[in-house]
Each structure stands twice: as structure tokens, then as C-alpha cells.
């Protein structure tokens, strides 16, 4: 399979942040990737920008570590490491002061692109946005990319909210959930929009349920102090799985178009029900002999943040009433696994009777790792013995399908610059959006909060709490295994 690469307008770049953990591991790496692509133009640059003082060299030789450490393998061509490093330059900024805003604006070039990387925390978002604007640094057609979190509840994202739009339009604001980056994620919308098979019953009548997993082995780590401010919840569930269960349940966009797209998204999450206490399981990994507990990466020796959600989750509208959605991530568990379950009804008589036993179509979409597709089809059981039914799964893996090549799966960050670049906003959530999702968090959290819950222990490599398994077993239904 031959890789298409399409050309994009040649750009300035600038990173804010670009000594810290994400420059490195993903932004600077997935740079480097496009640039041996060939998707960089000549007059393409990159401008680190941060706090320290330090030259271009000094930024050149962080770069060049970055991409040795994090960026897949040696480059295919001899030499393009230090093309890359061409493009690259460093001017310390300060984002709560004046000082390196000139210099920074006199490495712009009129004619490219700008786009403005903010891989810092949000409570920089604002002083930079405005510097920007009072520099003169920031054209009509400049872009801002801001990461995740986008605020910590509602009324922190409506203020995020109010304070960029003081200097930058909607249509100007890339706000990165990477999971929208991710190739499976997108190929969720081509497999439910290309395909005439799946549609039809891709509803109430015809789905008895639908699961979302996204699994981790990993633990907080060197996180700690982020994460136990945020747990589970705002770290994955309000938008990565959040994100999924748009792309799974939204109703097809008349093109695949960012306020198309967008405003299709939008409705699922207004349509979501709040989530009855009951309907929800927090968790937080112990320790075990190999390894220390959550509480012992973190401050709070008491700490209630959850490293694990499990949820049951209803779409009030006339596509999904009566079909619930499990939701489900966590830290520590026992496998790597992102996957999407749409599990069908059962057929609506049998006509082999009740010895033939019960057989559902069940979906599975693997989004990491092993990407692909398997739908379990009901076959007669080979041999003679009457009419005994088995549930044989018709097995998609994109590496054996597309051959390794063609299977190759680019960062999402990759993606997602070139998008800024190319002026997409497709996959980068819109404002309303992220509030709509926190609108709907919020009152979980609260709940938690009011009640005093402390999350359920659970231990390191097994599938999460007890209590998560009994959220489903409760409705007569079962998680899919998450597999070492
Ligand atoms: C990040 C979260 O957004 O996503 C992390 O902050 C999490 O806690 C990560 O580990 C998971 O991303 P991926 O791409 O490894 O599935």
C-alpha cells in the first residue's frame, strides 16, 4: 500500500511548553515524523518557546534526544535528523511578563501559517492568548492549539472559554482530545458511514448493549500530583471515553465536516441522562507485593481520587432509548486494551429451539493495541448430531488485512498538527462541546463528593472492583474480558 502524503501550507509552529513532557514525548517526536514524510515545506519552522534561557543550539540538542528516545527508530534516510533540526529554534518567552515577546514575533514569517502550540496547563492559556494578541504576534488566520484539561468542571471551562474568545474567534481554537487523533477512533466513523451492513441496526431494536474499555497497565507513576487533583473521571471519562461514545452513538453528519460533525457529537452528550448513583463504580488501585498502591504516589495518604470508573450510561432519544452504554477505564488493570462492544439482540424467534442455546452477533471494535474488527457470527457446529449452533468470530486485524505497511498507524499527534496546519477543525472539540461533557460530569463528581464515597480497592492486574463486575451481572449481562 502506498502512503499518501498531502501537501500542506508551509507553517511557523510555535510550542509553547517545548521543554516539557508532551513536547517531547509527542509533539516534537511527531514532528520529526511528518518532516521524513516529506510533509514539511521548505519554509516550514518549528519555534520552541518556554521559561529557560537557552539558545537555538541548546533547544537543537533537547530535540535531537526527543526524537532518539521517542521517535520510533533511526530515520529512513541518513542526515534527516539534522534537516529536521534546521527548521527548529528557541526563544525564551515569559508567559506572565513582556520579556521575549519581540524576539519571538520577529522569528514569524508574514507569508506561512501560524499556529500556537499551548502544551501548558490551562492556567496559562489566558496570558498567553492575550499576549499574543498585545504583541502583535497573532495574525487573523493564526490558529491556538489547546490541550487537555480543558478546566476542571464546568464553570472553569466556561471561563477558559470567555477568556480565549477575548482574543481568538471559535474557528481559530483547536482544542486536542488525542483520542480523535487515534486512526481506529476515526475508523469508527468509516466502518459506521462507509458500510451499508451496520447501520440499519445500529439501534435500540436491534442492539441490546454497547461496552467502551479503556484499559490501562500503567499507574499514576510520576503523575501523581496531577492526576490525584483529577482521578479518573476528568482524566479519561469526561473526554477520551466521552469522545468514543459521540463517535459510536451519534446520528451520521450530512458531511464529514467539522460543525457537521460537531453538532452531531453535541447531541449525544445533551441527550445523556445523569447517572443514578447506583449506576456507577469508582475503584483505586491497591498494592500488591510487587508494587505500591495509588495512595503511595500521591500527597494525600487518604486520597479518594479514583483510578477507576465503571459506569452505565443512558441516551435519551429515539435511536438509543432502552439501550444502555457500560463505560469503563482504569490504572493497573490487567491488560492494554481500548474496545468498543456493540452487542445485538438476540434473533427474534429461533427456529432450531431452546437445545440450539443462545447466540448473539457481537461486535468488536480494537482500537489499541492489535487494531481491527471481529463480529462473532452464529454458524452450525461442523459434524453430524442434529442442529447444535457456535458462535465463530469473523476476525478483521488490520495488520493481516492491510499488510504491515499499509497497518502502520501514525501518532495521533501527528495527525492532529497537520489538521491545525490544514485548517481542520474535524477532529478538535468545539467549546460547547466540552462544556455539554462537563455539564454532564459535573453532578457525578458533586455526588461523590456530597455522599463522601471512597472509592473501592482494587488490586493491581486484576479487572478492577468486584462492584464493576456487578454492575452488569445486575442486569443479567457481562463484561468482555480484558486480556492480559
Ligand atoms: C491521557 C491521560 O489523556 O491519556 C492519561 O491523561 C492516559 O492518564 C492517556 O494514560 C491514555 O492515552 P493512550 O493514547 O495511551 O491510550
Redesign the pocket.
Known amino acids: 500500500m502506498v502512503s499518501r502524503v498531502i501537501p500542506v501550507e508551509s507553517f511557523d509552529l510555535v510550542i509553547f511548553g517545548a521543554t516539557g513532557d508532551l513536547a517531547r514525548r509527542k509533539i516534537l517526536p511527531g514532528l520529526f515524523r511528518r518532516f521524513c514524510a516529506g510533509q514539511m515545506p521548505a519554509e516550514a519552522q518549528i519555534v520552541g518557546a518556554a521559561r529557560s534561557e537557552m539558545d537555538d543550539t541548546g533547544f537543537r540538542d533537547l530535540v535531537r534526544e526527543a526524537i532518539e528516545e521517542f521517535g520510533g527508530g533511526t530515520p529512513r534516510e541518513p542526515g534527516q535528523v539534522d534537516a529536521f533540526l534546521e527548521r527548529v529554534a528557541y526563544e525564551a518567552v515569559d508567559a506572565k511578563g513582556d520579556s521575549g515577546w519581540e524576539a519571538l514575533r520577529g522569528r514569524l514569517r508574514d507569508e506561512n501559517v501560524r499556529a500556537f502550540y499551548f502544551s501548558v496547563g490551562p492556567g496559562l492559556f489566558g496570558d498567553l492568548a492575550e499576549r499574543l494578541r498585545k504583541f502583535g504576534l497573532a495574525s487573523p488566520e493564526s490558529r491556538i492549539v489547546v490541550e487537555?484539561p480543558f478546566g476542571h468542571d464546568l464553570e472553569s471551562a466556561r471561563a477558559l472559554n470567555r477568556e480565549l474568545a477575548q482574543y481568538f474567534d471559535e474557528t481559530q481554537i483547536y482544542r486536542i482530545d488525542?483520542y480523535l487523533g487515534k486512526e481506529t477512533v476515526q475508523n469508527l466513523m468509516a466502518v459506521r458511514f462507509g458500510n451499508v451492513l451496520f447501520e440499519p441496526l445500529w439501534n435500540a431494536q436491534f442492539v441490546d448493549h454497547i461496552q467502551i474499555t479503556?484499559a490501562?497497565t500503567?499507574g499514576v507513576g510520576g503523575r501523581g500530583g496531577y492526576y490525584d487533583e483529577s482521578g479518573a473521571m476528568r482524566?479519561?471519562v469526561q473526554n477520551?471515553l466521552m469522545q468514543l461514545l459521540c463517535l459510536i452513538a451519534m446520528e451520521p453528519p450530512a458531511r464529514f465536516e467539522p460543525d457537521a460533525v460537531r453538532d452531531e457529537k453535541l447531541k449525544v452528550i445533551r441527550a445523556l441522562d445523569p447517572v443514578e448513583p447506583h449506576h456507577i463504580v469508582r475503584g483505586q488501585y491497591d498494592a500488591d507485593d510487587k508494587q505500591p498502591g495509588y495512595r503511595a504516589h500521591v500527597e494525600n495518604p487518604r486520597s479518594r481520587t479514583e483510578s477507576f470508573v465503571a459506569l452505565r450510561a443512558a441516551i435519551s432519544n429515539w435511536r438509543w432509548a432502552g439501550t444502555p452504554f457500560y463505560l469503563r477505564t482504569g490504572k493497573m488493570l490487567r491488560g492494554r486494551t481500548?474496545e468498543i462492544v456493540v452487542t445485538f439482540k438476540d434473533a427474534p424467534h429461533s427456529i432450531f429451539g431452546a437445545e440450539a442455546g443462545r447466540h448473539r452477533n457481537v461486535l468488536v471494535i480494537r482500537l489499541?493495541p492489535n487494531e481491527g474488527m471481529t463480529l462473532d457470527v452464529t454458524i452450525k457446529e461442523p459434524g453430524p448430531g442434529g442442529m447444535r449452533l457456535l458462535d465463530v468470530p469473523l476476525d478483521m486485524t488490520f495488520a493481516d488485512a492491510l499488510g504491515p505497511d499499509g497497518a502502520e498507524m501514525p501518532d495521533?499527534y501527528e495527525r492532529l498538527i497537520m489538521d491545525v496546519i490544514r485548517g481542520n477543525q474535524t477532529l478538535f472539540m468545539r467549546g460547547d462541546e466540552v462544556e455539554a461533557a462537563w455539564a454532564w460530569t459535573d453532578p457525578i463528581i458533586d455526588g461523590w463528593e456530597r455522599r463522601g464515597e471512597v472509592p473501592k480497592p482494587y488490586d493491581p492486574g486484576s479487572s478492577g472492583p468486584e462492584d464493576a463486575l456487578m454492575l452488569m451481572h445486575r442486569d443479567g449481562r457481562r463484561w468482555r474480558d480484558i486480556k492480559a
Open positions: 487537555k488525542h479503556v490501562e500503567v482524566d479519561m477520551h481500548s489499541q495521533a
